[in-house]
Structures are given as structure tokens and as C-alpha cells.
């Protein structure tokens, strides 16, 4: 019978598989950019995000606080994503000609940056520490599902966006694309199981 928790990576290793996803997509875009690439960029970014977001607070937050509600990194991780929040709706709402787009991306980015290293160095290594493997595993499970719902009505714009986005890295571009494939992939044999 096939298994979920038994393929999907753990909990932790695809928190950090999202960050790295982020600092790429964040190291492809520049202020010269075409405006089309930077605007694609800038998605591509806001969408993970705010998916990472959603799926942290649903999946991943509520056992670290049953486990430790004390942790100071737990208890500002949510107003962090909030104020992450605010800002992509702001750099939604700016155009990619417009100066204010870079300098909202660029405060978005070290916001999120800053977010990355505590769960890094804080979060992740605390989750491993008081949870089993069979544990880490489930919850990535849990969060490959939740996953495949968040994406499914984004999969075509996900793909589009990096397409455009990483188009002056080639290397970039197979990654993102075998990413938004592999997405694409998952959510079309969920749609017909």
C-alpha cells in the first residue's frame, strides 16, 4: 500500500527545501531586469511565500508550541509572516516600473531572511531534537497534502512566472521548472485519484 509518510521528506527538510526555493528566486532578480521579469520574479516569490506561511501556521507552528510555547522564535514566527504579508500586497499593488517595487522586495527579502536563520539555527534544529524521524516524516506528509491544495489553483501562473522570471539563468530556470513540473505532475494525479 502506498505511503505518504514513508515518501515524503520530513517536516524540517522541506521547510528548508521552501527557503532555499525563496533566496533563489530572490538571487535571479535584479533592479536593470526587464520589467515583465522582475513582475514575474516578484510572484514567483510572494506565492511561495505566502504558501510556506500558510503551511508553517498549519502544519508545523501548532506542535512546536504544544511542545515549547515558550520559545521567543515560536511566539514572533506568525507577526513575522503577517508583516510579510502586508508587504506582498503592497509589492502586489506596485507596479515592477515603479522604483518603490525594488525597494519593497528588497524589504521583503530581508525580513524573510532574517525569519530564515532563526528557524534555521532555532526552530528546525529544536523540531529534530524533540521529534522522531516517523513524527518529521507525518508532518511532511500532512504538509505535502496541504501542499497540493494551496497549489492547485496556482499551478499554471506558478509555472508561467518562473519560466519568465528565471529566464537569464539557465541553470535557475530547469530548477524552477522542474519544480512547477514536478507541482503540476502531483496535483493533476491527486485531481484524478
Given at each position: 500500500?502506498?505511503s505518504?509518510?514513508?515518501?515524503?521528506p520530513?517536516?524540517?527538510?522541506?521547510?528548508?527545501?521552501?527557503?532555499?526555493?525563496?533566496?533563489?528566486?530572490?538571487?535571479?532578480?535584479?533592479?536593470?531586469?526587464?520589467?515583465?521579469?522582475?513582475?514575474a520574479?516578484a510572484?514567483?516569490?510572494?506565492?511561495?511565500?505566502?504558501i510556506h506561511?500558510?503551511?508553517?501556521?498549519?502544519?508545523?507552528?501548532?506542535?512546536?508550541?504544544?511542545l515549547?510555547?515558550?520559545?521567543?522564535?515560536?511566539?514572533?514566527?506568525?507577526?513575522?509572516?503577517?508583516?510579510?504579508?502586508?508587504?506582498?500586497?503592497?509589492?502586489?499593488?506596485t507596479?515592477?516600473?515603479?522604483?518603490?517595487?525594488?525597494?519593497?522586495?528588497?524589504?521583503?527579502?530581508?525580513?524573510v531572511?532574517?525569519?530564515?536563520?532563526?528557524?534555521?539555527?532555532?526552530l528546525?534544529?529544536?523540531?529534530?531534537?524533540?521529534?522522531?524521524?516517523?513524527?518529521?516524516?507525518?508532518?511532511?506528509?500532512?504538509?505535502?497534502r496541504?501542499?497540493?491544495?494551496?497549489?492547485?489553483?496556482?499551478?499554471?501562473?506558478?509555472?508561467?512566472?518562473?519560466?519568465?522570471?528565471?529566464?537569464?539563468?539557465?541553470?535557475?530556470?530547469?530548477?524552477?521548472?522542474?519544480?512547477?513540473?514536478?507541482?503540476?505532475?502531483?496535483?493533476?494525479k491527486?485531481?484524478?485519484?
Amino acid at each position: 500500500m502506498f505511503s505518504l509518510n514513508k515518501l515524503s521528506p520530513s517536516v524540517t527538510d522541506m521547510i528548508r527545501f521552501d527557503h532555499s526555493h525563496v533566496l533563489v528566486s530572490f538571487h535571479q532578480y535584479t533592479s536593470a531586469a526587464r520589467a515583465g521579469v522582475k513582475k514575474a520574479l516578484a510572484e514567483t516569490i510572494c506565492d511561495a511565500l505566502e504558501i510556506h506561511a500558510t503551511l508553517e501556521e498549519e502544519v508545523f507552528y501548532p506542535v512546536l508550541r504544544r511542545l515549547d510555547g515558550a520559545e521567543p522564535v515560536i511566539q514572533k514566527s506568525e507577526p513575522e509572516h503577517d508583516e510579510m504579508r502586508r508587504l506582498i500586497a503592497e509589492l502586489r499593488a506596485t507596479g515592477p516600473t515603479d522604483r518603490r517595487h525594488d525597494q519593497l522586495l528588497h524589504e521583503l527579502m530581508r525580513n524573510v531572511m532574517h525569519h530564515v536563520a532563526d528557524e534555521e539555527t532555532v526552530l528546525l534544529p529544536e523540531a529534530e531534537r524533540m521529534l522522531d524521524k516517523d513524527r518529521l516524516n507525518e508532518l511532511g506528509a500532512q504538509m505535502t497534502r496541504r501542499r497540493l491544495e494551496l497549489l492547485k489553483p496556482k499551478v499554471g501562473k506558478i509555472a508561467a512566472n518562473t519560466a519568465l522570471g528565471f529566464s537569464g539563468s539557465t541553470t535557475a530556470l530547469v530548477v524552477g521548472l522542474a519544480s512547477a513540473l514536478v507541482a503540476a505532475r502531483f496535483v493533476a494525479k491527486k485531481a484524478t485519484a
